[in-house]
């Protein structure tokens, strides 16, 4: 274990779709990275994520999502913070086919992990946001 | 300075309702070092207004889902409940899941302020860390300021200690009232809440733990300051049943502590068990460098162990030479 | 329909059946449930499909039913799974997208439109608010003249694994159970051609559990459906459930003797447990998918592969019912092209490979006998975990365990196990951690379902809100607010009044929330 605090990352999915084993196993796969993860679970909305993301000073928020509604929804959790004066990175792990990913990244959002992605990219992605925002 | 504001500024603007300085703050605190103390140092004065409440027992008792629905009552009254959630780190990684504030969602939704926190590799324990954050929720305004954590282990109960009220959380027909008297938990509990008390074997539990109580008015056992014997409510904390009772509880036990003059007792108790935790803490460090630096010199090696270590104590407190 | 005389490709003559032993159609039915198997008749070849509104899907329907696809099986969008109509605040961004969009008996209409409900089976995968869409299917079907006596199909309503595995729940536990029961009642006796129940592995198995898990808690939550049916009054030779649904998953031999082995517990249990006589109440019989899981977003075409051997396994398995994924579907809904290829999977198994011209022919494999004890053995020690929890009722047992959390614990465990495997390379999955020469393909031509599409449903909705009888539909959701507050009632004829009068899903949900509350889930990560 270093010498610097360990990552805080809020994981969350957006919307109605309850499929989360993808978002249990990188809770899982954080912890056992050595980052505090506060699971926010299934069927959150903007607010509550905010919300957490603020009181519990996050250094990135990871959103799971399954169901095509990434284009509609990342934009949105992206806006969300910034309105909320949360200058926190937002990472999307899921189904994004590559065509999106160009509107995703300029819409704000900080990065996409696609299925299938091995532990250490997972790890490395979010690693990566955080970083790059200078958390 | 943090970001763009110094901790003075960021103190000012969370007794000032910004939840966003206050969740930094409390960042710096779990930080340790030099950001921890020049927080302490700002808010320590600003402090005793907060009600601090313990909530610990055996897990699966239901604690979360008892404290969300408490501080979702008392915030509906028109207080302003913190909850501080600890969650064990994992030893091999450090790493952990914090899994408190999903199952508190009614309570967040109405306003309640909550902090998940991972034990961390805390040297010393929770015991340094606690009472830095709860200090920064204090001075921010927030009342009560609850602790939550999982109590079976020395750690946990010392947590708990650190609370001006202690509420013990059981379920019936696991044996917790047995497992909590063996945790040391019935020794500092000033309240005792049998959850899930709609179950069958309520009654029992019950009368587990008002025997355990007996047995404690004969010995004596009994948290420091204690204004009488403590109260058990029977709760169903998915349905709310109970909870208003509990809150009455929870403030009559504040109430019988002033009126008692143990509150003052208590906090000042509290403040002593900080300091000597953190000299405890000083000092394990100071001996273990000296003891390192006499095996390195040799000089360990030339006399008995009893002379070495008397030697390194008269240095390190009393100021004579070091070397033997 | 297959066709005898029953030949090899190269002309030899071979049987029904080989070997010895309780024979397939023969108690306890671990080598099959029909003496002749796919002789008498094949499998259902039953892709599932869903998008957009309405019209979209049935365009699909017709085009599926055209190229030889022998029975309807339904996917509805998240919003209707839910219970939510188009235009709910939760809905934004999911109309149309995992699914058809259904807020009222009208778009049940126009998804069946020009199809004979009388001549064709159809499947509706929803669980929550199940028996609502039931009763628009009956609606649909009188109002354009077929008798709900005539109606053969099957409603997934199968709640229990949502808590457990999919989380597609409304309410909490044990007022969600009392509406299964109201709708076996409800078919019992009046659609003696319908499954009530399909009691369902596949998104256990999905969420990660393994085969043994998956074998265990689907019968466990059949067992249970049949422990409540029977509590609510119905002998259990009248309604025993006699569908299941299950995964078909990578590993064949596994998947085997994983169908074996059900169908062998589920006899055994349903005569010497429940006391079921009736040969059709022990015959277990299933629809099978195909891992959804197991495809890859990595080299997709592969996935042709991986789905045929699945499917394969599912025939082999003796499944009466198979639905094949697409490749393309690790990345979203399936083109029509690639349905295609799907279904022609399952034709080339039935027509080419004389796989379908013997019942059960890995029976009596060292292997494949093995397994089916091994797997059957596993079940039983979840199955006494269980009766002990809920006190001698796997009813009882089932609640409990989803209570404690204990079904999505023993879940995450496995598919986190799983992950680790794939990473550190004990598993290999072709394209993903191996073989990955190839992965730059680029990415075919996805299914995209638009904004227009919620536009559409939305104005749709408010179409229906207009022209109906706004009085009718207030009594009518009274009725169903006054039944529900009654738990011996069944609900079913208020949703059929309430949905005759164009009362939209929401509206009803929102009624039975109010009296049944909503749930929310003890979080195991």
């Known amino acids: ?135 | 300075m943090v970001g763009d504001r110094t901790v003075a500024q960021l103190v000012a603007a969370a007794r000032g309702g910004d939840r966003r300085a206050a969740a930094r703050l409390l960042t710096l605190v779990e930080q340790g070092g030099q950001p921890a103390d020049e927080v302490a140092g700002a808010t320590h004065q600003l402090v005793d207004n907060a009600h601090v409440v313990g909530v610990t027992g055996p897990p699966g008792a239901g604690k979360s889902t008892l404290t969300a629905a408490l501080t979702t009552l008392l915030a509906d009254q028109g207080r302003r409940p913190a909850v501080l959630a600890v969650d064990p780190s994992s030893p091999l990684t450090g790493g952990a899941i914090l899994g408190d504030r999903v199952r508190m969602v009614e309570a967040t939704a109405a306003g309640v302020f909550i902090r998940s926190m991972a034990t961390r590799g805390h040297a010393g324990g929770l015991a340094l860390a606690v009472p830095g954050m709860v200090r920064v929720l204090d001075a921010a305004g927030f009342d009560p300021v609850v602790v939550e954590t999982v109590g079976v282990g020395q750690v946990e109960v010392d947590v708990a200690t650190a609370a001006d009220t202690v509420l013990v959380v059981v379920t019936p027909g696991m044996g917790d009232a047995v497992q909590a008297n063996k945790a040391g938990l019935l020794e500092v509990a000033d309240l005792f809440a049998v959850n899930k008390s709609d179950r069958p074997n309520a009654a029992d539990a019950r009368r587990d733990l008002e025997l355990m109580l007996d047995l404690s008015d004969m010995t004596g056992h009994r948290r420091a300051g204690s204004p009488g014997r403590p109260v058990i409510v029977s709760t169903v904390a998915t349905t709310g049943g109970g909870v208003e009772e509990l809150a009455r509880a929870v403030d009559d036990h504040l109430e019988a502590l002033v009126s008692s003059g143990s509150l003052a007792v208590r906090r000042q108790g509290r403040r002593s068990a900080e300091v000597r935790s953190r000299l405890d803490h000083l000092l394990l460090e100071a001996s273990a460098a000296a003891v390192a630096s006499a095996s390195a010199d040799g000089s360990a090696g030339r006399e008995a162990p009893g002379a070495t270590a008397q030697r390194l104590a008269d240095h390190l407190l009393g100021g004579s030479d070091y070397t033997g | 329909m297959t066709e005898g005389p029953f030949r090899t490709l190269s002309g030899i003559p071979v049987e029904a059946v080989y070997g010895d032993g309780p024979l397939p159609g023969e108690f306890p039915y671990t080598r099959g449930v029909h003496p002749d198997m796919y002789r008498s008749r094949l499998w259902t070849m039953r892709m599932f499909a869903g998008f957009g509104t309405a019209e979209d899907t049935n365009a699909r329907f017709r085009e599926l039913l055209r190229s030889g696809g022998t029975g309807l099986s339904t996917a509805f969008d998240m919003p209707t799974l839910m219970g939510r109509d188009s235009d709910h605040e939760w809905a934004m961004g999911e109309v149309g997208r995992a699914g058809v969009a259904v807020d009222t008996v009208e778009d049940m209409a126009d998804l069946f439109a020009g199809i004979d409900l009388g001549a064709v089976s159809t499947s509706m995968t929803i669980n929550g608010p199940a028996p609502i869409l039931l009763a628009m299917y009956v609606v649909v079907a009188e109002e354009s003249g077929v008798e709900r006596s005539r109606l053969a199909g099957t409603l997934q309503n199968d709640i229990l694994k949502e808590y457990q595995a999919q989380k597609e729940y409304l309410f909490p536990p044990r007022p969600s159970v009392r509406l299964v029961t109201d709708v076996i009642r409800f078919t019992t006796a009046e659609m003696p051609r319908w499954n009530p129940v399909s009691v369902s592995g596949y998104h256990i198995r999905e969420a990660g559990s393994t085969a043994a898990q998956e074998l265990a808690f689907t019968l466990a939550n059949g067992f249970a459906y049949v422990e409540a049916a029977c509590a609510a009054g119905l002998p259990v030779d009248s309604f025993a459930p006699r569908l299941s649904f299950f995964n078909s998953h990578v590993d064949f031999f596994e998947e085997v003797g994983k169908f074996r082995a059900a169908r062998r517990i589920w006899a055994r249990w349903m005569r010497d447990r429940y006391g079921a006589t009736d040969e059709r109440s022990l015959k277990l019989r299933f629809h099978t998918q195909t891992a959804g899981v197991s495809l890859t977003a990595q080299q997709p075409e592969v996935n042709i592969a991986r789905v045929a051997l699945q499917a394969l396994a599912g025939v082999m398995g003796g499944t009466q019912s198979l639905h094949t994924d697409s490749h393309d579907e690790a990345l979203a809904l399936p083109t029509a092209e690639a349905a295609r290829i799907a279904l022609r999977s399952q034709q080339v198994i039935a027509h080419e490979t004389g796989v379908a011209s013997v019942a059960d022919p890995l029976g009596g494999s060292h292997y494949v006998e093995w397994m089916t004890d091994e797997l059957e053995r596993r079940a039983e020690e979840v199955f006494a975990h269980l009766d002990e929890l809920g006190g001698g009722s796997l009813l009882e047992g089932v609640h409990a365990a989803i209570e404690s959390g204990w079904f999505v614990g023993e879940i995450a465990d496995a598919a986190y196990r799983y992950e680790r495997e794939v990473n550190s390379g004990d598993r290999i999955v072709v394209g993903v951690n191996a073989f990955t020469e190839g992965n730059d393909s680029r990415q075919a031509d996805l299914l995209r379902i638009d904004q227009e599409t919620e536009d559409l449903q939305r104005r749709r909705l408010d179409a229906v809100r207009r022209s109906r009888d706004e009085r009718a539909v207030a009594t009518s959701l009274s009725r169903v607010a006054a039944d529900a507050a009654e738990p011996t009632t069944n609900l079913l004829p208020a949703l059929l009044e309430a949905v005759s009068v164009r009362a939209t899903l929401g509206e009803v949900v929102d009624v039975l929330e109010g009296v049944f509350g909503t749930y929310v889930e003890r979080t195991v990560v």
Not at chain 1, 32 to 42: F, K, N, P, Q, T
Not at chain 1, 50 to 64: F, N
Not at chain 1, 92 to 101: F, H, N, S
């Open chain 1, 1 to 135: 274990m270093s010498g610097d605090p360990p990552i805080r990352v809020v994981l969350a999915k957006l919307g109605l779709d309850g499929h989360d084993r993808g978002l249990k196993v990188v809770a899982r796969i954080l912890r056992d990275a050595g980052m505090e993860v506060v699971y926010l679970g299934l069927r959150q909305t903007t607010e509550t994520i905010v919300d957490a993301v603020e009181q519990e000073d996050a250094d990135v928020v990871g959103i799971s999502m399954l169901n095509a509604g990434h284009l509609t929804l990342g934009p949105r959790i992206v806006d969300a913070l910034a309105e909320a004066g949360l200058d926190v990175p937002v990472v999307i792990g899921g189904i994004v086919p590559d065509e999106d990913r160009p509107a995703l990244a300029d819409a704000g959002v900080a990065g996409v992990l696609g299925p299938g992605a091995p532990i250490e990219e997972v790890v490395a992605g979010i690693r990566d946001a955080v970083a790059a925002r200078g958390r």
